[in-house]
């Protein structure tokens, strides 16, 4: 009794966080497209899409990913993260418009994240469903107002930014992919041939894109739009 009350008085002294454990390491783990905030909201036979949405405060369960998959940040937060059996750590400030790719089928990765932050945390997810490349040849960008985020062996991605007016010439879709928008407006598609075709993009939105269309875009609103644009391989 006498070392039991010598234990509780040394931990009293630390402090309550000394009593805290990290998580049991066999609490449930749900597949990403189960898990809490995470909203499958498109499908077919090459991607899986999740709107993933933090309120501020609030995150996830313990979840696996186990896809390739190509992240989009429309709203940024900061999030803190977890593994199963670990304590958890704060990450770094997101930042607005980073696009990434993380090769997850080849180094599975289990987590819960919690948001942080007083703003919510909107990442719009792309999963790749086939474990290998379509055998799909995206092909260059090499007109003015795209710039190229990556290329690798799963996809090729793009993000496009135009001024009220501007308009980006003609560039030819090789591949199959989806347009995201970071920064909503007005736009006007322009294929020879065909009337404009306009269209009202809201932050968040995004679009399946089938190859084949040989398009510009030009900016008819009154505010700045910024898209990314992906193909796959």
Do not use: C
Not at 147 to 154: A, G, H, I, P
């Amino acid at each position: 009794m006498r070392y039991l009350l010598t234990a509780l008085f040394a931990a009293g002294a630390l402090g309550v966080g000394a009593f805290a454990l990290p998580a049991a390491a066999d609490e449930k783990v749900v597949p990403v497209e189960r898990a809490i905030y995470h909203w499958p909201v498109f499908s077919n036979e090459h991607v899986m899409v999740l709107r993933v949405v933090f309120p501020p405060g609030k995150g996830s369960n313990y979840h696996l990913h186990s896809l390739d998959q190509i992240s989009v940040l429309v709203e940024a937060a900061q999030n803190e993260g977890q593994e199963p059996g670990k304590a958890p750590t704060m990450g770094q400030p997101g930042r607005r418009g980073s696009v990434g790719f993380t090769d997850y089928s080849k180094k599975p990765y289990t987590h819960r994240s919690t948001n942080k932050a007083e703003t919510p945390f909107h990442n719009i997810v792309v999963a790749l469903t086939r474990p290998q490349p379509g055998g799909f040849a995206p092909a260059a960008r090499d007109v003015a107002g795209y710039t190229q985020l990556f290329d690798n062996e799963r996809a090729r991605a793009w993000r496009l930014a135009l001024e009220p007016g501007q308009s980006a010439a003609p560039i030819t879709q090789k591949a199959p992919g989806l347009r995201i928008v970071l920064d909503g407006g007005e736009i006007a598609e322009v294929v020879a041939g065909e009337p404009d075709r306009g269209q009202w993009l809201r932050l968040g939105d995004f679009y399946w894109q089938e190859p084949g269309t040989t398009r510009g875009v030009r900016n008819t609103g009154t505010s700045r739009v910024e898209l990314v644009e992906v193909e796959l391989k």
